[in-house]
């Protein structure tokens, strides 16, 4: 077999597989489990032994419908995928809060899930997983209605997802932490906000944006400053429609 006729390792480039028996798990019971588990326990409690005893099955029995852990992580992913909607726009002057929504609604669904962060960018062929690819589907469609070519609805795109996933998997991965100290954020915060205010206080300009931001609401100051820099994309992008 030559390089180019071997098939890169993905549970969406092999066929399926067959049985003529019924396993007493299917594929779905699998990877439903595998989310609770990663909600619940994080990515490093995530392995064949572990999931099948959950199921109260023998780690063979996953096998059968995953040939590994990264197949399984290729499958939960695109499980959590299909909470996303791309909301209809009848209106292209309305493209914009469409956006909004969608990216939101990305944010919200990694931070339900906030192992999820760390494994997108090096999940093998993920992409290729129907729930993604009916989501971007749909924001192409929602951008060319919008004006935009498909080259710049894909270039877009791309630019609103990176900033999501950015600004999002570095919150994601704040609010685990902080979830494992046991405060809460506003506990959080007034124990920290002391030792930020003495070490911004060599620089002026650190000085000026994070002194007052101890009198503000941690989560409302998360979202905001999101939606502003989400703003300042989709105002970069408004010109190539």
């Known amino acids: 077999m030559t390089a180019d006729d071997q098939q890169i390792s993905s549970v969406w480039t092999r066929p399926p597989r067959t049985r003529r028996d019924q396993p007493a798990l299917s594929r779905e019971q699998i990877v439903a489990e595998a989310v609770r ?37 290729e499958l939960v992913l695109d499980e959590i995928y299909g909470e996303l909607r791309v909301p209809p726009v009848t209106d292209p002057a309305a493209w914009r809060e469409a956006v909004i929504d969608t990216a939101g609604g990305i944010r919200a669904m990694l931070l339900r899930h906030p192992w999820a962060g760390s494994v997108i960018g090096g999940a093998g062929l993920a992409y290729l997983g129907p729930n993604l690819m009916r989501i971007t589907d749909d924001m192409l469609a929602l951008l060319e209605s919008a004006g935009f070519g498909l080259e710049a609805a894909d270039s877009a795109l791309s630019t609103v997802v990176a900033y999501v996933m950015g600004m999002t998997s570095a919150e994601a991965a704040w609010l685990t932490k902080l979830a494992g100290s046991g405060l809460t954020q506003d506990e959080w915060a007034e124990r920290a906000w002391p030792a930020v205010r003495r070490a911004v206080e060599p620089y002026p300009r650190l000085r000026r944006l994070y002194a007052p931001d101890g009198d503000k609401d941690p989560q409302r100051t998360r979202e905001e400053d999101f939606t502003r820099g989400l703003n300042h994309i989709l105002d970069g992008l408004e010109p190539r429609r």
Do not use: C, F, P, Q
Not at 43 to 48: F, K
Not at 53 to 70: E, Q
């Open 37 to 73: 588990l990663l909600d619940a326990e994080g990515l490093h409690a995530l392995s064949m032994r572990r999931l099948g005893a959950r199921l109260g099955a023998g780690a063979t029995s996953l096998y059968r419908h995953v040939a590994n852990k990264d197949e399984l992580i």
